[in-house]
């Protein structure tokens, strides 16, 4: 049995939006890893795509602190909605342009923008993705847009730390062909109403050996955080605690992984150009940054 997407994506990650739950989990984004796409910004360049953007809690305040200009792409419209409505300066003078709707269309608007020289796919939204050759071909049409040596900052969540109950439950669906190994979905309350969401989880190497089979090489692989973020991004006590985790735990007790990694430059991304006459396979549509 070939896999299928488990859930309606674009809907449940319109709902999580609307109803504030995102913005409730996660009002500002992880100030180490800000910092860290800030330098990266002022050391590879300022043309920056912001894949899988949500509400724009790493594009916002990029816009805010450096001269980045910035392409958002997201499938959630209620999310780019408000992040375009919060960020209309920067809309009106060139310095951020949204893209929603499924891969084919992001690849179509993008395109006319690249190269680029940093790609952000932020806090597990590579891991929102159903299947890994979706995965795989939504890593290669990104590297395809970066140009040679353009640096990616991705993070994904650790298999080791999160969601053992769901793993669980998930297995028997695993053995049917539903789901692929590393899989799972899981619910968020949000309201009156559950939210049910589809999560692939990673090890260091299986995240490793997805970026350089799409062409990337890792540079850095370490904690995006120790704790969760949720209480990481809310609370300046856990902020210092996880710093000093970071700093001292190795890498596979992480709660989620970040890799920084480079385009390889001797590598083709693998897809078909569009006016080729090919066939291309483009995957169900990429979510919101995760959560």
Do not use: W
């Not at 488990?6 to 709902?15: A, L, S």
């Not at 999160?162 to 049917?176: D, G, L, P, V």
């Not at 809310?234 to 000093?244: A, N």
């Amino acid at each position: 049995m070939k896999p299928t997407p488990p859930v309606d994506i674009t809907h449940n990650y319109d709902e999580y939006y609307r109803t504030g739950l995102y913005k409730h989990r996660y009002p500002t984004p992880n100030e180490e890893v800000f910092a860290l796409v800030v330098r990266s910004v002022e050391e590879v360049g300022n043309r920056v795509l912001d894949f899988g953007c949500g509400n724009g809690r790493y594009a916002a305040p990029l816009l805010d602190h450096t001269d980045a200009r910035v392409i958002g792409y997201d499938i959630s419209r209620v999310a780019l909605d408000d992040l375009g409505a919060r960020c209309r300066e920067y809309r009106d003078n060139g310095r951020l342009v949204l893209i929603d709707g499924d891969l084919d269309n992001f690849t179509r608007e993008a395109e006319p923008q690249a190269p680029f020289d940093l790609a952000l796919l932020m806090f597990g939204v590579l891991g929102h993705v159903p299947t890994r050759a979706g995965r795989l071909e939504t890593l290669r049409r990104v590297a395809s847009l970066l140009r040679p040596g353009g640096r990616l900052i991705a993070s994904v969540p650790n298999a080791r730390r999160r969601f053992h109950a769901e793993q669980a439950a998930s297995r028997e669906r695993i053995e049917r062909g539903e789901l692929e190994p590393g899989d799972i979905t899981y619910t968020r309350q949000a309201e009156d109403q559950e939210i049910t969401l589809y999560y692939h989880l990673y090890t260091p190497e299986s995240f490793v050996e997805e970026l350089e089979e799409a062409g990337f090489l890792v540079t850095a692989l370490e904690a995006e955080s120790v704790l969760p973020e949720s209480g990481v991004v809310s609370s300046l006590l856990l902020r210092g605690i996880d710093r000093l985790l970071g700093a001292v735990l190795p890498v596979r007790f992480a709660y989620g992984f970040l890799a920084v990694a480079e385009r390889d430059a001797a590598v083709a991304p693998e897809r078909a150009p569009h006016d080729s006459g090919q066939p291309v396979t483009t995957p169900s549509p990429v979510p919101a940054e995760a959560g």
